[in-house]
């Protein structure tokens, strides 16, 4: 049996959203596996506990760039929010977002390796580190090369969406693109939604509902039901349109004669575990070494 201790409690409240004792509870029944007992708190507490994917725990920059008929977004990384303000970061990452469209780097170490500023990225990167004092990483890009439309959207620097359309009315795309920012769907259609994504949904409905006592029968409906439930949720033609949830998106767009082929979507740190440093415990820890001097 795994040891839980207090700071693995409090993770998975920070990430729930949970009371402790039932954090407490869930991390005793999973062994201390984290990702279990996130999952065993949303079969027994629902939504309530799937506040992860809210919380950014990593600081940086989402920039974006467009033109020639390219569109490119680039996520940029950082220790703390005071650099991600910083305007040489800013700048040096509206610099990469543009080397991705024009130059079209098969992966990050690539467009490391591509010139800028008389060097390379990564030198003026080193040399930002350098000056700053702090890391700085580029986490990673999306590039669309199309005839289409291109629109984005970058709702601060935290969020960046970029959408590929066809269709005369320019604020509709814009609008569908402030759409995938607030709502932040995972696919373009249910059909598209990630396989491994419906299983995890799937796995928590079948716990979810064997907790009922219904008949099998029963049990078996209420899974599906809450999959399809899932599935139109996170699907973008499915949402209700923010500007008017009296419709989906896909009749407003039916409606405005445009059609979406295809989007991407960055939230700055999505999916990266921030360090949470005990500043009271550094503090003590030093004055125990001065003292010791």
Partial sequence: MAAITASMVAELRAKTDA????CKKALTESDGDMARAEELLRVKLGNKASKAAARVTAEGVVASFIGGGVGALAELNCETDF????????AFSKKVAELVATQNPADVAALSALPLDGSSVDAVRTALVGKIGENISIRRFSRFDTTRKLTSYLH????G?????????????KD???HIAA??????????????LIAKERSIAEQKAAESG????IVAKMVEGSVQKYLKEVSLLNQPFV?????TVEHMLKAANTTVQRFVLFVVGEGIEKRQDDFAAEVAAQVAAAQKQ
Wanted: avoid cysteine; glycine fraction near 6%.
């Fill in 161 to 173: 969406v970029l959408v590929e359309y066809d269709g005369a009315d320019e604020q509709v795309g």
């Fill in 19 to 22: 009371p402790m004792m039932e």
């Fill in 156 to 159: 601060g620097t935290r969020i």
């Fill in 214 to 217: 219904k008949p099998a029968e």
């Fill in 176 to 178: 569908v693109a402030m």
């Fill in 243 to 247: 500007k008017n949830d009296k419709q």
């Fill in 183 to 196: 709502m932040k769907p995972v696919s373009l259609s249910s059909a598209d939604v990630p396989d491994e």
């Fill in 83 to 90: 650099v991600a303000k910083n305007d040489d970061f800013i």
